[in-house]
Nanobody, 118 residues
Framework: QVQLQESDPGLVKPSQTLSLTCTVSGGSITTNLYYWTWIRQPPGKGLEWMGAIASSGITYYSPTLKSRTSISRDTSKNQFTLQLSSVTPEDTAVYYC??????????WGQGTQVTVSS
């Protein structure tokens, strides 16, 4: 049973870069066919797919966030990381990491609250 756990950055100031790490256990992030995904949910809104990194290492980004988003991985630690630059209060959300196979997100982290405020 794969498990995912997001890091907890807590409060981030406007214009800073948000950095989140997802630690995966019970499965390798290099296993074929899986995508390792970042998703967020702002207060009162729906889920927003931000981007993903494939088992091959290829990255994919939401067009609306692409200019500010970078996803990378550390295979030695079985972790993948999200960096979101130039954050504003509109980036306040619960951030999730998840594993997807095809169109299904089959494993999720518990989520971490990120608040952007001065």
């Amino acid at each position: 049973q794969v498990q995912l756990q997001e890091s907890d950055p807590g409060l981030v100031k406007p214009s800073q870069t948000l950095s989140l790490t997802c630690t995966v256990s019970g499965g390798s992030i290099t296993t074929n066919l899986y995508y390792w995904t970042w998703i967020r949910q702002p207060p009162g809104k729906g889920l927003e797919w931000m981007g993903a990194i494939a088992s091959s290492g290829i990255t994919y980004y939401s067009p609306t966030l692409k200019s500010r988003t970078s996803i990378s991985r550390d295979t030695s630690k079985n972790q993948f990381t999200l960096q979101l630059s130039s954050v504003t209060p509109e980036d306040t959300a619960v951030y999730y990491c998840a594993r997807s196979l095809g169109n299904t997100w089959d494993s999720w982290g518990q989520g971490t609250q990120v608040t952007v405020s001065s």
